[in-house]
């Protein structure tokens, strides 16, 4: 199982709706991330996690809250969102914490209304 | 703070045309470069650079780091209307830092 696996392909929420993204990888990857791409922009980096610990939060609002239960799976809590919050949002995997070729999942397309 | 830049921002050729497009890099204790071609969706991944000079190659693309200039450069050869896509580069840090430049659109018309 060479990819990255992203649950929903598309989200429409509201304000006050809580969800939450998934992601999922199978090789062993030990580091782990989530960026955010709005369009026409480079993918910007919201949080790394590496051996399950997240290691940067890149001055994320804490309306989105990560979570990494294991090593193969990475979460993305949503809360109280805005719509300026609506992107592409991707998660992506790497062999180890840095260094390595980052592998991208297909992304979630989020739509805050 | 790190900077990615690359150009030209956007590139239409015609199909069988050579292309190549630019990343100059100012990173703090710079790693190693990436490449990636995005079209609709997710980046997909296509080279990783840590050593200057030598080339690395795939079918018709290449790309070759220069540590001295920090640059490196991606050539496409006998471009395809199926190599239309954004290019990014990126590059690591020893922070564990990732930094995309803006990307080069990059359209091939039959």
């Known amino acids: 199982d060479t990819e990255v696996t992203q649950t929903p392909k598309h989200l429409v929420m509201g304000m006050t709706n809580k969800k939450s993204l998934k992601c999922e990888q199978h090789m062993g990857h030990r580091a782990m991330y989530w960026y955010k791409q709005k369009a026409k922009k480079p993918p910007e980096l919201m949080f790394v996690y590496s051996y399950e610990k997240l290691s940067i939060n890149e001055s994320v609002p804490s309306r989105f809250s990560p979570e990494c239960p294991n090593s193969s799976l990475l979460n993305l809590h949503l809360h109280a969102l805005q719509p300026e919050d609506s992107a592409l949002y991707l998660c992506?995997?790497?062999?180890?914490?840095?260094?390595?070729?980052?592998?991208f999942g297909p992304g979630t397309r989020l739509t805050v209304l | 703070e790190d900077k990615v830049v690359q150009s030209p921002l956007s590139l239409v050729v015609h199909e069988g045309d050579t292309v190549t497009l630019n990343c100059s890099y100012e990173?703090?204790?710079?790693?190693?470069l990436l490449w990636y071609k995005q079209e609709k969706k997710a980046p997909t991944f296509l080279f990783m650079l840590?050593?200057?000079?030598i080339e690395k190659k795939s079918g018709r693309l290449s790309s070759i780091l220069d540590k001295k200039e920090l640059f490196s450069i991606l050539n496409i050869t006998a471009t395809q209307t199926g190599d239309s896509a954004v290019y990014l580069c990126?590059?690591?840090?020893?922070?564990?830092?990732?930094?995309f430049g803006g990307g080069t659109r990059l359209m091939v018309k039959p």
């Open positions: 990126a590059a690591w840090n020893a922070g564990n830092m990732l930094t």
């Open positions: 840590t050593s200057s000079g």
């Open positions: 992506a995997s790497s062999l180890r914490d840095n260094y390595n070729e980052q592998f």
């Open positions: 990173v703090t204790n710079f790693r190693s």
